[in-house]
């Protein structure tokens, strides 16, 4: 029975219809702050937090803290795939994430010491997908035996990296695509290397970085044969 009860405070949750708009709106992939979720679901900034304190005692969301920001998720691929099912049964299509960034800066930008936007999101996930980065614990990326020797076939010094008394590697929320790009000491020497072989260029007066695409390109393809 407590497996019941259990899936009847779920069901519960999902029900009111301002966090089931929240839920489906998290299905994108997309972590979106309580101010922007209240929006979606149509409620007070007030009764946002309340909803969202509920799915989280439900374990449907988890809250991400990057810097000053609070941002949701959906809690992992099992709820997504659970709500993607209801979503089958109820008929409805979802409506497509629109970040309102500037074109400019969501291609491409400096986040302090390293690249962000939709450019360094897709390297993040190339190098995910060639087996090169893999999860560590403690919110924490590792380089795989195949992503040390492929840097450092690039010219990364990979040991030196790994001495500094800073993070390694770790997954940084994008501000505009709302997924990670890679931060800490590894995120930085890409963004050297980026910079030393010509794929990116920086502006002169913002956070910009140009990237054209056949520098994209190169960057990508540098990091495994399938890009």
């Given at each position: 029975m407590d497996a019941d009860n259990h899936l009847a405070r779920i069901a519960g949750a999902i029900a009111e219809p301002a966090r089931a708009r929240m839920l489906c709106c998290l299905l994108d992939g997309h972590a979106r702050t309580s101010t922007e979720l209240s929006i979606v679901a149509e409620v007070s900034p007030?009764?946002?937090s309340a909803h969202?304190?509920?799915?989280?005692?439900e374990r449907l969301v988890r809250l991400l803290a990057q810097g000053k920001h609070r941002y949701y998720q959906l809690a992992d691929a099992e709820v997504?795939?659970?709500l993607e099912a209801l979503l089958v049964v109820a008929g409805?299509?979802?409506a497509p994430f629109k970040p309102n960034t500037p074109d400019r800066l969501r291609h491409a930008r400096t986040c302090y010491d390293h690249m962000a936007g939709a450019v360094a999101v897709r390297l993040h996930d190339q190098l995910a997908a060639q087996g090169w980065l893999a999860p560590a614990a403690g919110k924490e990326y590792t380089l795989t035996p195949l992503g040390e020797r492929g840097c450092e076939g690039l010219g990364m010094d990979v040991p030196s990296l790994r001495k500094l008394r800073r993070r390694f590697a770790c997954p940084c929320l994008d501000w505009s695509e709302r997924t990670p790009h890679i931060g800490g000491a590894l995120g930085a020497a890409l963004l050297r290397l980026a910079l030393e072989r010509g794929w990116v260029e920086r502006d002169l007066d913002s956070r910009a970085l140009s990237v054209p695409p056949n520098g994209q390109r190169k960057m990508l393809r540098a990091f495994g044969p399938d890009a």
């Open positions: 007030s009764t946002a969202l304190a509920r799915l989280r005692d997504a795939a659970a409805v299509p979802r």
